[in-house]
């Protein structure tokens, strides 16, 4: 069996007898065999899974906690369509969304680390998914009562005369040409004011959940047990 240096590489004597040195380039070869099975020894482990790391996010658990919490604000909202005493709950459940999340998040991951940088992530994730299923709940309510319950003709009315008010409104102050005064009246600007309302809605929800995450990763740092 061969043996190199280990400074060197070049092929040491394997003859009985030879100097404990390197004939290339003079490095001694000795080697302290029981220091080498105690550091071999030291990488063992119990096998135990570590905790989380410090600032590291177990995203899919907050994603699904996310999840939940968005899709218990989507199963709220369609019911205070229908029930006006449960709205109230739906937008403390809303904009409390964040902090709900963080509190199942450190329930199911009580080592994970948390502070206000941590929250503000996980409230950014809280917020889209909220706008998500918020969006997706809306949307299907809609099909079903347009095409399905057929009663969407009074707030068909009460939408469009608001607009055509407003329109009305602008026109006594600025004379505007029939072709874009037909343009307003038409149903593509009804559809798309109601998308930029959504979006607005959306991007204040956004904010408010990223705040929430911040503060409440800021509240629950005392809580947090360290890695």
């Known amino acids: 069996m061969h043996e190199y240096c280990h400074r060197c590489g070049g092929e040491l004597s394997a003859s009985v007898g030879e100097s404990p040195f390197c004939p290339h380039c003079g490095s001694p070869q000795i080697y302290l065999q029981d220091y080498e099975e105690q550091n071999s020894g030291e990488g063992d482990t119990t096998g135990a899974t570590p905790p989380p790391r410090p600032q590291q996010v177990e995203w899919k658990t907050a994603i699904r906690c996310a999840l939940l919490v968005a899709g218990v604000a989507a199963v709220l909202s369609l019911v205070s369509a229908k029930v006006q005493l449960v709205s109230p709950l739906t937008w403390l459940w809303t904009i409390s969304g964040s902090m709900i999340t963080l509190a199942l998040y450190q329930k199911r991951r009580p080592l994970a680390w948390m502070d206000a940088g941590i ?100 509240m629950r740092m005392r809580r947090k047990v360290s890695a």
């Open 119 to 218: 929250g503000a992530r996980i409230g950014v994730v809280v917020g889209l998914a909220l706008v998500s299923c918020l969006a997706v709940a809306m949307a299907g309510a809609g099909l079903v009562a347009r095409f399905g319950l057929h009663n969407m003709a009074g707030f068909d009315a009460d939408l469009t005369q608001a607009l055509h008010a407003q329109i009305e409104k602008a026109a006594a102050t600025t004379l505007e040409p029939p072709d874009v005064l037909r343009f307003l009246y038409s149903p593509e600007v009804r559809a798309g004011i109601m998308l930029a309302g959504f979006a607005m809605v959306s991007g204040v929800l956004l904010v408010l959940s990223t705040v929430g995450g911040a503060l409440g990763g800021f």
